[in-house]
Every structure is written in C-alpha cells, then in structure tokens.
C-alpha cells in the first residue's frame, strides 16, 4: 500500500531522466613496492601495526612466534570450535584472533574479509585484538579497484575494517577501542 | 519566539565553550582539507558524485523496485513507509512479533526524524543508542547538535559528571580514555542482551540490495551480529545503483566527514546470518514530495557527512541545537522548512551566505544558492518575521530611488553622531547589539567624488 503511493509520488515528482554517468577509473599509476608502501604508511596513520615477512613460507613460524596463543580462523579446526550458532558469550571471551584476508587498499589501510572467512559475523568486531594475514600481492591502489574485486561477491556480509574501532566523541580526543578490537595488526607476506 | 537568533545568543552567552567550538570544528574542516587536497582527483569525484545522485533521483522509482527485489532475493524482508508514523508502527510491529523488550540502535538521523525512541519506549521498549556520542546524548535526554558527532557541544567534565552518575565511574576522573572504556563495558553488556539491533543506512545499492553502514566504533556491526533480528532504517533518497558507484562515495564521505580517509569499519550487509532476520524498512516521509520541488530538489542527494557544519561561520558560532531542527547547520536550513515551513523558516536567514558550505559539499548541492532561494519565497509567501519584512520592504524602497538613498543617508550620518546612545542602539537595531556601528565619515562617497573628482578624470585619466 505505502510502496505503491512511494512510487506513485515518485513517479510524478522525479525530473526528466539523466544519463548514469559511466564507471569512475581508477586514476592512479599501478605500481607494486608503491603500494605496499603506501598501504603501510596510511595503515600507521589510521592506528594499525604492521609487519613485512618474507614470502609465505615464512608465515607460519612468524604467526607461532608472534601470537602463540591466537585464535587462528585460518585453520578448520577453529571453526569447529567455534561453529556459527556458537553463543555469543564465548565469543565474547576471544583474545587475539587471526584471520586471512582478501585483499588491502592502498589509498586507506583497510582490508577486505568476507563471511567466507569467519564462522560467525561478530567475530572480527568482538574480538580483543584482531591480526590479519594478507598476501602483499592483493594490495589494490583504491576503492574502485577494491570494488571491482569485491563488487560481485554474493556472501551475506563483508567489511572493510581500516585500522582499530575508534571514537573522538569525547572533546575529540581519539580513543581506540570504542566497541571493536582495540589493536588490529596486518601481516603481510 | 525562540527561534535561531536566540538561541544561538545564548550559545554564544558562555563564550569560552563558543570560541573552543568554533575552533574544534574548524581544525575537523582544515582536516578534511588535507585529506581532498591529497586525492587528485577529488574535483571529479564530487562531480560524478553529484552526477550518480543527479541520475538515481531521476530514476529513483525504478531504482527502489530493483533494490526492493534483490534484497528479497537474498532474504531480507523489505517494508515501506509512506511518513513517521507508519514506520514507527512497521519497527515496533517486528519488534513485538519477535517478542523482544531490548532493542540497540547505532546512529540514525532517520529515527530521529521520525521519533522512533520515545515511540518504541512508550511501549514499554528498552533502546539503547550505541554510539559513544549518541549514549552520552541519551543520558541527558538531548538531541544531537552536530550529525556524525553528536556530543560535540559537551566538554568532558561535563561527561565525566554524567557517566560518575550513570555508570558509576570515578568521581572527578575526566580521562577520555577512562570513559570511554567504561562506556564500552556498559554498551558491551547491552549488545550481548539486545534481541534485536537497529541500523541507520548510508547506503542502498539497487544492483546487488546491499545496505552499506560506515561507523568507526563498530557499533553498528557488534548489534547487528550479535542480535537474532537486524533492521536497517533506510530513507529513499539512499539509493546507489551500482557496487561499483560505491567506490565514488565511500572515497569522498569520510574524508569529508572526519578527515578521514575511510571510516574503520564499512560493512556490506547482504542478507541475514544463519537463524536469523533481516529487515529494512525504506521510508519516504516527506522526501517524494521534496522531489517535485524542482529548485530544492538537489538538497536530496546529501550523504549526511556533514562537512558543510564544520566550514560554516554560523554553526561553528552558534552551536547545533540552536537550529531547533533534527539536522542542523547548512544542510538542514534548507531541509527543515520543508518538512515545517512555520517551525523553521528563519534557518535559511541563519547563513552568511559565503557560499563554504557549496564549495565543501561532496555531491556538490548548491547549498547557499537554495538558502537564498529560500528566503525569496518565505518572502514571497510571507513567512519571515513582521520586523525583517518590513525593514526589507523599507530598504527596498530606500535603495531604489538615489534621492531617498542620499536623505536616509544623511540622516543616518547625523543620527549616529548626534542622537544620545540609547536611541541608536534601540531595540530594532539588532546589528548593534553585539557590536559597535562603524564610524561615521562626513560625507558620503558621492559627496566625496563630487568634490574631488568631478570633472577631472580619474587618477587613471579615465573620465
């Protein structure tokens, strides 16, 4: 009832039709250390740590030195511990989780992770501190590449997430850590 | 009458609280500066921002029907609301079927436009707002005065006071790191509980029914995921039509907003969790009508980033709640008289008319041109104030003809000079209540050309 009067009065109001102007290029000159530079650098700015490993074959003693207690998403034993009707009060006990991302945005230090990826959506949010793994070769230069990438993806939920969950709506001082992980590090290999 | 001039004097009565909000939001303005000035290719990013909304809107019908069947499609119920009150209705209707008493809600001005809060509590519903500001504001029973920072008038003392007294912080620990960490234990504590979780929308692809939320709290997603029922609030003007189109807007709004060059979290909600419901209800309220006006019609393709406050000289000095309406500053003096032109028509006279707001606006809305526009029709229809439109009137009369022009000036010469004080700085006289009129010359520029120049040519040899 409200939507035939929504579109009736839409139809009647709207002006005459202009064209639907055509896909925003990406400007920018593709180059592979610049970007991964400049992912880095815009990622310190936003408050995200990050660290540079040798290649893959690396990744899996770097991940044990560096964050032995993790709850590592990556491997498929963890998503039978933590299965998607897992109450959320156990996830609310998550410390340090490790999750693979998709791919990084140059322009803005966020990276692309899609329900593909946890078992449960409150995961990357609920969690303490967040670590994502990152291949250095799926660094996009900016949001038009991203959503070429991410555009067609048909899971019900994904996030860009840029740095740690912060406020400045106390006399704009910046806080992190309002609701999401206080610290978020990105590992790229 | 309390209408903006009085309110903002009051505002301006505490002056040490008005000079450091002035100044906090113009370091938020020079950000956003650093930011555009950053991306090369900002200039046409705005314009075919501005083109996207141009095209949607003129094709919006189509566009909402598209968007209605793929978010079907993938599993979210789709609701429409013609005005607030069948909205409230729809919410609270989901609400009570899912027989849930706890409800979270992250930023929405779109609730706030239609009273959704007061509603829902009416019938017994506990609503917690999520945002860090958004609480704080909600403690106090305050509206918003600012759109993405909606506490930016309180100072933390005053914070520190209110969570010592809600949540039972430290008494005189004013720390913003120590409060916001006891607000995010207490909001913790509510997003477990909610049992169902309320979302605004920044924006609605038609291609792929997408909502898109940006927060940098996480708020918005530790609500929806964490609740068996998400609703997201959505107005019509919202719509995108491609994933792509996306790119544009993400791109522009945070770094227009904050600063920023995107927000923390961006999240594409798609469908429902496994178990779980999706609603988004698309609301109207106004905004088809608005459409028909062919020369405010641009104002509906805002993006809510508010860049167009932080630049303004007279929100920065005035405060947001002295606009009296749901959306202050720039953008809402021309939103707000359409919704009630009575309440509200002296906001688009509570401009400079410096044209920053224009020259900031991401999707490019001819903002100052529609403030002045609208003070020609609130003349034209009689609805400015009986002094302004008289003192208009008079003016206009004085302007049009040189001789009355050369009398009044005079007049007004010898009057500032000669009359005591309290006749000149009387009570119609409002530019004189703040500040000193200038000084008088001894003569006018015509008397002064006359004199000097007349029939000499000027110092150029023109003649």
New interface residues.
């Given amino acids: 009832m ?2 035939d ?3 009736q ?13 055509k ?2 290029g990406s ?1 920018a000159e593709k180059q592979d250390t610049g970007l991964i530079n400049r992912f880095k650098d ?1 990622l310190q ?2 408050g995200g740590d990050c660290f540079e490993i040798n290649g893959a074959e690396e990744l899996n003693s770097f991940m044990e030195e560096h964050f032995p207690g993790a709850t590592d998403f990556r491997k498929k034993e963890t998503w039978k511990e933590f299965p ?2 897992c109450p ?2 156990k996830l ?1 006990q998550l410390k340090t989780v490790v999750l693979g991302g998709q791919f990084g ?1 140059a ?4 990276v692309w992770l899609d329900e593909t990826r946890f078992p ?3 995961v ?3 969690a303490e501190e967040l670590v994502v793994c990152l291949n250095a070769k799926e660094i996009v230069c ?3 590449e ?3 990438k ?24 910046l ?1 992190f ?5 206080k610290k978020i590090v990105i590992v790229l290999y | 009458m309390t209408g903006h001039a009085h309110k903002a004097g009051q505002f301006l009565k505490n002056s040490e609280r008005a000079a450091w909000h002035d100044e ?1 939001l113009w ?2 303005r020079r950000k956003r500066d650093k930011m555009a000035r950053a ?3 900002w200039e ?2 705005r314009e ?1 921002a501005s ?2 909304k ?8 189509n566009y ?2 598209q968007f ?1 069947g793929q978010a079907q499609k ?2 979210a119920q789709v609701h ?3 005005d607030a009150a ?1 909205f409230n209705e729809i919410v609270s209707g989901i609400i009570k079927k899912n027989n849930a008493t706890k409800v979270v809600k992250s930023k929405s001005m779109l609730t706030e436009e239609c009273g959704l809060n007061p509603f829902l509590e009416k019938q017994g519903i506990e609503v917690t707002d ?4 958004e609480r ?1 504001i909600q403690f106090r029973k305050e509206p918003p005065s600012h759109i993405v ?4 008038h ?3 003392e005053e ?1 520190g006071e209110l969570f010592h007294e809600k949540l039972h912080t430290e008494e005189g620990n004013f720390d ?2 120590y ?3 006891a ?2 234990l207490h ?2 504590q509510k ?2 509980e909610a049992e169902v979780a309320i979302t605004g929308v920044n924006f609605a692809v038609a291609e ?1 029914g997408a909502v898109v939320v940006c927060t ?4 918005a ?2 609500g ?3 609740a068996p029922v998400q609703i997201h609030c959505v107005g ?1 003007e919202k719509m995108i ?4 189109d ?3 807007f ?2 522009l709004l945070a770094r227009s907003a ?1 600063g ?16 779980g419901q999706m609603h988004i209800v ?1 609301v ?1 309220n106004g905004r ?2 608005h ?2 006006k ?1 020369n405010y ?1 641009n104002a509906l393709k805002c993006i809510r980033c508010g860049a167009c406050m932080n630049t303004c000289p007279v929100y920065r000095r005035s405060g947001g709640h002295s606009y009296g309406s749901v959306i202050p500053g720039p953008i809402g003096s021309i939103l707000a008289p359409h919704s009630h032109i009575k309440n509200y028509n002296d906001l688009p006279f509570a401009s400079s008319l410096c044209g920053s707001c224009s020259d900031v606006c991401p999707v490019k809305i001819d903002i100052h041109d529609q403030l002045y526009r609208w003070r020609q029709d609130l003349s034209e229809k009689k609805r400015v104030s009986p002094g302004k439109r008289h003192t208009m009137k008079m003016a206009g009369k004085i302007l049009a003809g040189s001789k009355m022009y050369d009398f009044s000036g005079k007049m007004a010469r010898w009057g500032i000079k000669n009359l005591p004080r309290k006749l000149v700085y009387n009570r119609l006289n409002v530019w004189g209540k703040e500040r000193e009129l200038p000084e008088v010359p001894k003569e006018s520029f015509k008397q002064w050309y006359k004199r000097t120049r007349q029939g000499k040519g000027g110092e150029n040899g023109q003649g």
């Fill in positions: 409200d939507r009067k929504i579109l009065a839409i139809r009647e109001n709207k002006a005459k039709t202009t064209p639907l102007p896909f925003f400007l815009i700015q936003v998607p009707d959320k009060e609310a945005v322009e803005n230090g966020a449960n959506r409150l990357p949010f609920i900016d949001m038009h991203a959503y070429s991410s555009g067609k993806n048909t899971t019900g939920f994904g996030v860009f997430i840029s740095g740690p969950s912060k406020t400045a709506d106390i006399e704009q001082n806080v850590g309002a609701h999401g992980a | 906090t370091i938020v991306v090369p290719e046409s990013l075919q083109q996207i141009q095209h949607t809107l003129s094709e919006l019908d909402l029907v209605d993938n599993g429409w609301a013609g069948r999520t945002d860090l500001g704080i920072m909606p506490a930016i309180l100072k933390k914070i913003p790191t409060l916001t960490a607000a995010r909001l913790r997003f477990l792929t940098n709290e996480g708020n997603d530790m929806v995921h964490a019509i039509p491609r994933m792509d996306l790119g544009v993400i791109r904050t920023q060059p995107i927000t923390t979290y961006t999240s594409h909600y798609m469908g429902p969790k496994p178990g698309i109207d088809s009508e459409l028909g062919e019609r």
